[in-house]
């Protein structure tokens, strides 16, 4: 499987970005695609996750409201809206895939990693 994450980039607080991660590979009927982020000296975190087999999603806390995933299964591209950005949004952020029927956010059942695009909310 071959992810590739984009659109990460400098960001004014309140403002928004939107990241895409598209994929490639698949073998399996069914996964869930995982948005996760690490800050510098900080664990790598989930942010949100979308199931393919049944479109059911999960959000951290600290994204819930602000952050949104879908998917345009035409083109194997899973997007993260992330909007009223903060500083501490701040990170290098990965897509990864799972064989998963729902998603979760735990990054251990991720199996494929993208390289990550980093994204700076800064004024």
């Known amino acids: 499987v071959q992810l590739q994450a984009s659109g990460g980039g400098l960001v004014r607080p309140g403002g928004s970005l939107r990241l895409s991660c598209a994929a490639s590979g698949f073998t399996r009927d069914y996964y869930a695609i995982g948005w996760f982020r690490q800050a510098p000296g900080k664990e790598r975190e989930g942010v949100a996750c979308?199931?393919?087999?049944?479109?059911?999603?999960d959000y951290a806390d600290s994204v819930k409201g602000r952050f949104t995933i879908s998917r345009d299964n035409a083109v194997n591209t899973v997007y993260l809206q992330m909007d009223s950005l903060k500083p501490e949004d701040t990170a290098v952020y990965y897509c990864?895939?799972?064989?998963?029927?729902?998603?979760?956010?735990?990054?251990?059942?991720?199996?494929?990693w993208g390289r990550g695009t980093l994204v700076t909310v800064s004024s």
């Open positions: 979308i199931g393919t087999s049944d479109g059911s999603t």
């Open positions: 990864a895939t799972a064989p998963l029927l729902g998603c979760g956010l735990g990054p251990e059942v991720y199996d494929d």
